[in-house]
Nanobody, 127 residues
């Protein structure tokens, strides 16, 4: 059974930092592409960052330079270090695993863009 369990969410003031973790099981982690998404109320499900199994990483939107994705293949875990958080970063954050052929994005998270999703963790940033 595939499992993805996020942790590390919480509430911070603007300018603060949080580090999210996503611990996985049930698939070959080091051969699997991984990603972080987020969804704020009334907003579309948004890909924040992704990492391929070869370690290549991509960032989207204004998180570049503030967020860092990393993976620990020995622990089957990916991380999202978030620095200089701002109120517009407030959202439920999801980790996702394994991009399927023909996957596509939808308004809501989880979406068919990735096969497996965690339950989500809330990040709230106050001004």
């Amino acid at each position: 059974e595939v499992q993805l369990v996020e942790s590390g969410g919480g509430s911070v003031r603007a300018g603060g930092s949080l580090k999210l973790s996503c611990t996985t099981s049930g698939f070959t982690f080091d051969a699997t592409d991984m990603a972080w998404f987020r969804q704020a109320p009334s907003n579309e499900c948004e890909m924040v960052t992704k990492t391929f199994s070869d370690g290549e990483t991509f960032y989207f939107g204004d998180v570049k330079g503030r967020f860092t994705i990393s993976r620990d293949n020995a622990k089957n875990t990916i991380y999202l270090q978030m620095n200089n958080l701002q109120p517009h970063d407030t959202a439920v954050y999801y980790c996702a695993a394994d991009r399927p052929e023909g996957g596509f994005h939808t308004w809501t998270c989880p979406s068919p863009a990735y096969k497996y999703w965690g339950q989500g963790t809330q990040v709230t940033v106050s001004s």
